[in-house]
Structures are given as C-alpha cells and as structure tokens.
C-alpha cells in the first residue's frame, strides 16, 4: 500500500487556470506538508498542517490555498496560474514536527 | 536562513568505492536528516541524527555530526549503482516551529 499518495501525477494546463492537487496519507501521521522543488531541485516548504491546522505558510502567494478535510488529507489549490508555478510538488506527512518525513510521489505542474 | 548546503554539487564514483557527501548550516538546530531522491521521485529518508549525537550507521550508511563546525557528513561504503541518486540534508532549528529546511543537493552517480 502506497503511504503517501498524490494526484495527480502529471498537470498540464494554461496560465490564469485553477488547479488542484491532492494528497493523502495512510500511515496515521499527525503532520503533513506541501513542498515545492524548482528546476533546480531546491526544496522549499510551503506549508504544514498539524492535526489540520495551520502551523507553517511559508511566503507563499496567496493564490496557493491549503486545505485539509482531515488528518489524512491535504490538498493544495492553486488560483490564476502563473508561468512560475511550474514545478514539482510534494507533499509529505511525518508523526510529529521534528521526526522523518514520508514523501509522496510529486505532481509535476507545467504551466503553458 | 539556516538553509543547508551540500558539497560537493556532483560527485561521480565507481561502483565499490565510498562516497562522502558534506552538508553545512547556519544556526543552531534540533535534528539534521538525510534523504535520497531518485531521478523522478520523491524522496526517501534515511537517516536522523539529533543535535546531541555525534555519529549515526544504518546498514552501508554513516552519518556523522559536528555541532560546533555546523556540518554534517554523509558516507556510503562499497556503493552500487543502484545509490546514484540525489542526496540532500535537511535541519530544523531549535525553537518555535519546526520547520526543516533542505540544503541544494548531491548528486551521485555510481558507475558500474
């Protein structure tokens, strides 16, 4: 059974659309995480949820919105799309803040 | 920042001999972790070290920690191909949110 899972796996799609993506995580974690790694490969957090709420947002634009229906879940959705979105996400959920991550597969978001 | 920085950027190996891998960082910090991240996919934890330990081993891997020099080293002996992947550090600080911070990444190639 996979334990943290992303949907989708590939994003297509325009500038100024709206896109979401969804992560889930069967492993029981208390915490979950969104990530961003540019074409660089450099990592950068964008959010954290413990026990569904809100405990990092990391200057991220607005446009970006967190959602966690519950402790399994966290979705990310993304308004007005921007050349500069395009990346690869992903999403991560761990027991507790400080112990190790468990990272899901990424979506990979191109934007036209 | 307290953002981690591996050296060297690349290192290129034949398969059989050890690789080392060295990460360093600004401030104090709780923990430092070491993930894998094959071409394509999420990353893979693989070892924790506290701020309060010096060295760490799991299976072919040798972690080791100087908290006065603010670095950490990764090793791993007798590698096979099968290790060429990026290999990244990452630290969370010692108060207020844990919020790790991922260095820029190794990227090993082992030949066979």
């Known amino acids: 059974d996979t334990a943290v899972s992303q949907t989708p796996k590939y994003l297509v799609t325009q500038m100024g659309n709206d896109k979401s993506i969804k992560c889930e995580q069967n492993l029981g974690h208390d915490t979950m995480y969104w990530y961003k790694q540019d074409s660089k490969k450099f990592l950068k957090i964008m959010f954290s949820y413990n026990n569904k709420e809100l405990i990092i947002n990391e200057t991220v634009p607005n446009r970006f919105s967190p959602k966690s229906p519950d402790k399994a879940h966290l979705n990310l959705h993304i308004n007005s799309l921007e050349l500069g979105d395009s990346a690869v996400y992903f999403c991560a959920s761990s027991q507790r803040e400080v112990d190790e991550q468990y990272f899901g597969p990424g979506t990979r978001l191109t934007v036209t | 920042s307290q953002q981690g920085e591996e050296d060297p950027q690349a290192l290129s190996i034949q398969e059989g001999e050890n690789a080392t891998m060295n990460c360093s960082y600004k401030t104090s910090i709780n923990n430092l972790q070491w993930y894998r991240q094959n071409s394509g996919r999420g990353l893979v934890h693989l070892i924790l070290i506290r701020s309060n330990e010096r060295e760490k081993h799991s299976g072919r891997l040798r972690v080791t920690l100087d908290t006065s020099k603010k670095s950490s080293s990764l090793l791993i002996t007798a590698s096979r191909a099968a290790d060429t992947a990026s290999y990244f550090c990452?630290?969370?600080?010692?108060?207020?949110?844990?919020?790790?911070?991922f260095g820029t990444g190794t990227r090993l190639k082992v030949l066979a």
């Open positions: 990452a630290t969370a600080g010692t108060s207020g949110t844990y919020k790790y911070i």
